[in-house]
């Protein structure tokens, strides 16, 4: 078989001819294609891989702040639950403390209560005491009592001490008027006359003396001369008993406003 060279070289001349072509017209177009594509893929691909970055940094960040906010959350409430129980602990105790202070103000304004009750009943059964016994002693005051009370005044005047005696000399030197013996009932002659000859003795003196009547006198003789008072009775006794109780009462009574007790004037009392 023959070969046609002129047609082999023609052929062969087309095949390059067309390969040029074909790579200058349509290789070129589709590899710059591929190339711009690849470049368009690659700079979409970084600029996802940087949005992906900066979501995953977003993202991250959120967390965090989202970890900060529940932890700063989780310390604001603690610190207000703290808060809480310490303020109603505050409460709580200041509550107890007022209940317990007003618990010990009525146990006190009690107290004194009772106390104060206890003794204004102590004051009225004294006081009641007191004059049933000289309602007693009133009646049952006669002639004869009288007469061992003005024995046994005569006895005190000779056994007076020095203070006394000197005060009643006094007053029986400078009194212009008689001295006053006074008693429940009429003093008989023969008690008039011992008061006054113990009177003389005692004072070395002639003493005037007038002697008197006086039934609100329970039980007793007094002597007066110018202000001064020389006195044995039962009564002087119960007044005295009365003031002691009275004193006693009033010393004991709480937030009680002390008064100040009369001045009285010297007496003489004892069995």
């Known amino acids: 078989m023959l070969i046609d060279w002129f047609t082999v070289g023609a052929q062969a001349l087309n095949f390059l001819i067309l390969v040029w072509l074909l790579k200058h ?12 594509r ?73 107290r004194s209560d009772q106390l104060r009750l206890g003794l204004e009943i102590s004051r009225m059964a004294g006081q009641e005491v007191f004059r049933i016994a000289r309602k007693a002693l009133q009646e049952l005051a006669a002639s004869s009592l009288e007469e061992r009370m003005g ?24 009194s212009s008027e008689s001295a006053v013996v006074r008693s429940t009932f009429a003093m008989p002659p023969r008690e008039r006359d011992a008061i006054q000859n113990a009177l003389n003795e005692t004072f070395c003196a002639e003493i005037h003396v007038r002697f008197e009547t006086a039934p609100a006198i329970i039980s007793g003789i007094e002597l007066t001369v110018s202000g001064q008072k020389l006195a044995w009775s039962i009564a002087e006794y119960l007044t005295q008993l009365e003031q002691k109780l009275g004193s006693l009462l009033d010393t004991q009574a709480p937030s009680r406003p002390q008064t100040e007790s009369a001045t009285t004037v010297p007496t003489v009392a004892g069995a």
């Open 25 to 36: 017209f349509l290789y070129r177009p589709i590899l710059n294609a591929i190339d711009a």
């Open 38 to 110: 690849e470049k368009r893929i690659a700079t979409e691909l970084s600029e996802a891989a940087t949005l992906k970055a900066a979501a995953k940094s977003e993202h991250d960040e959120l967390q965090s702040k989202n970890r900060a906010l529940d932890t700063e959350r989780s310390a604001i409430l603690s610190k207000a639950a703290d808060e809480a129980k310490a303020a109603r602990e505050q409460l709580l105790a200041e509550a107890h403390r007022v209940a317990d202070s007003m618990r010990a103000q009525q146990d006190v304004a009690l």
């Open 151 to 174: 024995e046994v005044f005569t006895r005190r005047l000779r056994e007076l001490d020095g203070k006394t005696k000197e005060s009643l000399r006094t007053a029986l030197g400078t």
